[in-house]
């Protein structure tokens, strides 16, 4: 039991020294959240708010189709575990989710993202409400509520937005 502990201490002294540097170089916290916000604002153009608690949402598109849209951005082991919907308004909603989490599996998930959702806030509710779901911390939605917003690996039918191959190359490397 005491050399786990021993080796437990160390192996997160490692992790601390290693979320030191994801701050320095993030300008943020080393959570998922803030890394998340980090690899969208460089990958979608967002300017982030200057706070990372600001409520509502977590940045501005600054250019393309969104710009001047707020837009709530949301990292995941597994998105299909449902999602954060906040009281407070933004006009999207930006999921960066790694791949679905086989049932019975181990609580890790790399930080991996092997997709990327862009939903319509305003439409989700209104679909949700419809469908008389809870809107809470982890509400639960449906994979065709994700597939028609994917916009990565590959763009579903109704996407807003279609990334350009750099965009898609840039969220590649998190893969």
Do not use: W
């Not at 977590?58 to 597994?78: C, E, H, M, Q």
């Not at 939903?119 to 028609?148: F, H, N, P, Y």
């Amino acid at each position: 039991m005491t050399g786990t502990l021993h080796q437990l201490a160390a192996l997160l002294r490692a992790r601390d020294e290693l979320d030191a540097q994801i701050a320095a170089l993030t300008g943020r916290s080393a959570r998922p959240g803030d890394i998340g916000e980090f690899i969208a604002a460089q990958v979608f153009d967002i300017e982030l708010a200057g706070t990372a608690t600001q409520a509502g949402y977590d940045g501005i598109f600054r250019s393309g189709p969104l710009a001047g849209r707020t837009v709530n951005v949301k990292t995941y082991g597994d998105a299909f575990a449902g999602i954060d919907i906040s009281p407070h308004t933004c006009d999207f909603y930006l999921v960066l989710s790694g791949p679905a989490r086989p049932p019975g599996a181990v609580r890790h998930h790399r930080r991996r993202i092997s997709a990327a959702y862009l939903l319509d806030a305003r439409r989700l509710l209104e679909t949700l409400t419809a469908r008389r779901v809870k809107i809470e911390t982890a509400t639960s939605i449906r994979r065709g509520d994700l597939d028609v917003a994917q916009v990565f690996p590959t763009a579903g039918a109704n996407a807003p937005i279609r990334l350009t191959p750099e965009q898609a190359g840039l969220l590649s490397l998190f893969g």
